[in-house]
């Protein structure tokens, strides 16, 4: 009997061996077949391929292969299942975003009709594995713990905030020689209209209007004229970008980032000619995309010190009680003033950008249910914060009512909010004019004549057509025909929506280094640098001092030679600080660091704003890149400290 159960138990044994290894001879194959089908899935989709030499192909395709399967199968091979979850579900995000673009570019729409919708969706379910594989590395990335007491700081917040402002500065001072006075492009010679004219709009930001026409103002009075006006206002405007970015710097050595992480945040503020030539450009995205810096970053300070303060009372005595009680008084007075540096870069960045306001409404219900819920998170924070966003609103509707009673301004025309509708009415013009009944033509025509309509049309510039069509009249009507054009053509309306935001969400695209042209003679590219015209005795005369330089600076942002570089290429798009912030609220949901989400909550709320804007552009997208490294590093440190 004893033999019996004995080889019985063996037996139960080998079977388990058996079907491990089957189950690990399937996923090996599934990895295997899922590896060869998405590489031929990426050759098929990128442009590159079509006119590459075959051995070049044949390479790309068989080193992909390798690495897609190794991918797959480490993948596969994990037991966790919300890790699989959660990865899954960000993969096919991505997965999608890049299918699309690549169809999009590759064919000019993203489905050409329902018969193909089937092998879409196989597109994106297969390559869905392949990047969740990708999202878990960032997911389950180990955490650096430490139970040992933390080293004592070398230097002071003060001096790191000062020697990285300076190196910012001195490293951007060759850049503003060579494109002396300032990169006067832009909307600069629109603002400094209504500053000559005294005929102020709101269409664009009244208080950079007014921060940009006192240099301009200031000029006049100067020996150098309005051009050493604008050279003033380049050096401030240095100056301020150079400290917040220092500020940013100092304030990733107090929350304990690596010297790694810092000096590649400090070389890529220093160096990166988006941010150089940006510090000296007249636009106004420029200080809102610090204003959002700061913002995030008062945000992140608040919730690492909102956490519950836990009191050893008890265990240590009354000595150390006291102690705790003074501690408490001194936290909760520096609470105060992050409270007050909140409420203060919140009030700016909505003088500095019409649309924020938007974004700021959007998240402060979500943010006021999140600190409510949140239970690491002290009682009564959430009444605080509603308290003062509630104080931001009345300060910010107050000092707008004031630069308009004090300009006399105008309110500025309700075309910015409807460059998609009127896109995606246009391009059904372009698309299926011919099969338009002659009724909707008619009602369409109306607002979208086609004298102009078919030669305006731009898939990537919503300006063209937003700036002529005929929307004062009849508001409602126009509404009214859209929805009827869209029941109609929902394939043409989806269509239009993904090309006029296609840099956002698609790394790969190239169009927003081009809406405009391009090429160093014209000013044109990824960045515009050419010197916008001015009436006579207003110009704005050019003189590099450091022409060579200045030369090398239009080759990388007008004539986009940086396009060339495979891996550095990826820097510049706009799409790709998208999907940091993306990376970051998953690594953040999945380990259930939920109150990390609210630095965030205005950038992704402010992304829906993007989406809706008439073109993509880097300018557009700055404030995500100058805050999205800097948070991601913020948030390697979070995860790294003891838990």
């Known amino acids: 009997m004893k033999c019996y159960i004995k080889s019985e138990g063996i037996r139960n044994v080998n079977v388990e061996k058996i ?27 990128e442009e590159w391929t079509q006119s590459a030499p075959r051995i070049a192909v044949a390479l790309f395709g068989g080193v992909g292969a390798v690495l897609f399967y190794l991918l797959i199968d480490r993948f596969m091979r994990r037991q966790e299942r919300r890790l699989k979850l959660h990865a899954l579900l960000w993969g096919a995000f991505m997965t999608a975003a890049y299918v699309l673009g690549c169809r999009l570019r590759r064919d000019g729409t993203a489905l050409a009709g329902l018969k193909e919708l089937p092998g879409l969706i196989m597109q994106i379910g297969c390559l869905t594995m392949t990047a969740a594989a990708c999202v878990s590395l960032a997911l389950c990335g180990r955490n650096v713990k430490t139970h ?31 494109y002396y006075p300032s990169v006067f ?47 003033m206002h380049s050096v401030v405007q240095m100056l301020l970008m150079a400290t917040v970015f220092g500020y940013t710097i100092a304030y990733l050595y107090r929350q304990g980032a690596s010297v790694f992480l810092r000096n590649i945040m400090l070389l890529f503020y220093a160096l990166f000619p988006t941010n150089s030539i940006l510090a000296l450009s007249t636009t106004k995205d420029v200080l809102f995309s610090a204003l959002v810096l700061l913002y995030t970053l008062s945000l992140h300070r608040l919730v690492t010190k909102l956490g519950r303060a836990e009191t050893n009372d008890d265990k240590n005595g009354l000595q150390n009680g ?48 999140g600190l409510y819920r949140m239970r690491d998170v002290k009682p009564g924070v959430w009444k605080r914060y509603l308290v003062c966003t509630l104080a931001v609103l009345v300060l910010f509707g107050v000092g707008n009512v004031s630069l308009k009673a004090v300009t006399g301004a105008r309110n500025g025309s309700p075309r910015e909010m409807l460059s998609i509708p009127l896109q995606q009415m246009a391009r059904t013009r372009v698309k299926a004019e011919e099969t338009l009944p002659p009724a909707m033509r008619q009602e369409v025509e109306k607002y979208l004549p086609s004298e102009w309509v ?41 269509d239009a929506f993904l090309h006029n935001s296609i840099g956002y969400w698609f790394i790969e695209d190239c169009t927003h280094a081009q809406i405009y042209g391009i090429g160093t003679e014209s000013g044109f590219g990824y960045l515009s640098t050419d010197n916008r015209t001015m009436p006579a005795g207003c110009e704005i005369i050019e003189h590099s001092y450091l022409p060579g330089l200045r030369g090398l600076m239009e080759r990388i942002v007008s004539d986009n030679v940086y396009q060339n570089v495979p891996v550095v290429r ?30 965030v909550m205005f950038l992704a709320a402010y992304y829906m704003t ?3 804007s008439p073109t993509v552009l880097i300018r557009y997208m700055y404030p995500y890149v100058v805050t999205i490294p800097a948070i991601c590093c913020c948030l390697k440190s979070d995860l790294d400290e003891v838990t």
């Open 185 to 231: 492009a832009y909307d600069a010679e629109g603002q400094l209209y209504q500053v000559i004219a005294h005929d102020y709009s709101t269409h664009h930001p009244l208080l950079h209007t007014l921060f940009l026409g006192a240099f301009f103002k200031l000029g006049g009075l100067l020996p150098g004229s309005y051009s050493a006006g604008m050279a």
């Open 322 to 369: 006291l102690q705790s009680g003074l501690h408490a008084v001194n936290e909760d007075g520096a609470a105060t003033g992050n409270w007050l540096l909140y409420m203060l870069w919140s009030v700016l960045l909505l003088l500095f950008r019409n649309n924020a306001v938007y974004a700021f409404v959007l998240t402060a219900p979500c943010l006021t249910f």
């Open 610 to 612: 993007l989406l809706l």
């Open 454 to 494: 078919f030669a305006a049309y731009n898939p990537y510039l919503a300006d063209p057509v937003k700036n002529r069509a005929v929307i004062h009249d009849n508001p409602a009507g126009l509404i009214k025909t859209w929805i009827k054009l869209g029941v109609a053509h929902p394939q043409i309306y989806i």
């Open 19 to 45: 079907t491990l290894l089957q189950k690990k001879y399937i996923k090996t194959v599934i990895s295997l077949a899922l590896s060869v089908i998405n590489i031929n899935l990426v050759v098929s989709l």
């Open 570 to 599: 990826i820097i510049f798009a706009p799409a790709l600080y998208w999907w940091m912030l993306c990376m970051y609220m998953a690594v953040i949901i999945y380990r259930r660091k939920y109150k990390m989400l609210i630095p």
């Open 148 to 178: 040992e007491e933390p080293s004592p700081k070398r230097y002071r917040f003060g001096q790191v905030w000062l020697t990285g402002s300076l190196i910012i500065f001195l490293c951007w001072l060759p850049v503003f020689l060579a």
